[in-house]
């Protein structure tokens, strides 16, 4: 097992990534609640089937008593509708402010049952018990928790560090080959971000044989800007490479396209145009094409540029009147670059969207 530490100001937490982790999570939990008495357990309606019963009886030998909720799987349950119902079924639970929630699940109940707890009796403590692999290097660590509104992803939301994160990678055993995939899309950013060596290795050995690895090596990464900037104000938001697109696309789709094939495509347009307007050299379009196409996801959309601007400009990132795009400068580096909101439609062009 690998332990990676996060220690912001006031608050440190432990990221463990390794095999047979979820029937033992008890151990690892006792010590980070001492005080807790109820755990109220998050997670969907395809995970529950398959997981609930690995976690739970280790949990209550450890002396917790727990409750559940199993929300409907897939992004229409990160809604305020049900925020609300977690909410009350929390105070229904009597869950009080030394108690805790664990999100067993993927970014969607992570992102969920992280702001239930970050909002609950002005917050309470969670862990993260992420099933997927994009759950795994990117949504559970780094605190981000959020639900959708009618016009944006994520539009409410917290930041939130959870208290532990327990990465069993023997779960990812079940995950839904397009799922693996989506999570490649995020394992992919990372090395396109900042980690050449990554990103190679990635081409000769898939993700799902060398787990352990790439998950640390991305938790790695994610840690590090996090800890360089909690509150997304500068660094952080080179995470969002490949989102500002991706998610116009996401939602054009009716969440039909998954996260992260749409940051596949997200990613592959803006390196596009980084080339197009000379701010990187072709051959790393030709890596970051060669890399998506060996993972089997998508680079293009068929949306259009008009269908496209209403999402990104209603995007939070966009902030007077300019929009923050990650851009490419070779496999490994990206700079952002501010640029008017104006702008975005000669982006996407550049970009190859019509
Ligand atoms: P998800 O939570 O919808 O999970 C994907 C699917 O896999 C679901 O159907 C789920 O039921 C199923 N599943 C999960 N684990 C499984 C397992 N082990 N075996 C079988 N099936 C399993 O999606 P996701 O891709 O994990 O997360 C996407 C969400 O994460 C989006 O809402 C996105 O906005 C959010 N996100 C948040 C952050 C952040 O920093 N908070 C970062 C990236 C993405
Ligand atoms: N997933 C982007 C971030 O955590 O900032």
Redesign the pocket.
Known sequence: MKTLSVTLPGRSYDILIGSGLLARAAEHLRPVLPRAKKLFVVT????AP??LSALIPGLERAGFETACREIP???GS?SPAMLSALWEDMMDFGLTRTDAVIAL???????LA?FAAATYLRGIRFIQV??????MV?????????V?LDGG??QAGAFWQPSLVVCDCD??????ER?YR??CA?VIKYGLLNNAPFFNDLMETPAKEQYEHVISTCVEMKKQVVLSDEFDRGERQK?NLGHTIGHAVEQCSGFTL???ECVAIGMAVITRAAVKKGFCAKETLDAAEKILKLYDLPDQTAYSTDELLNMALADKKVANGKISLIVPEAVGKCSIRPVPAEALREWMQAGGIV
């Open positions: 969907d309606s395809n995970v398959i997981y799987a897939g992004e990160k699940g993927g970014g969607v109940v992570g992102d992280g992420p099933t997927t692999l994009l759950a990117d949504s559970s660590v780094g605190g981000k928790t959020a959708d992803k994520n779960v990812l055993d079940t995950l839904p799922e989506c999570g995020e995470l998954l996260h992260g």
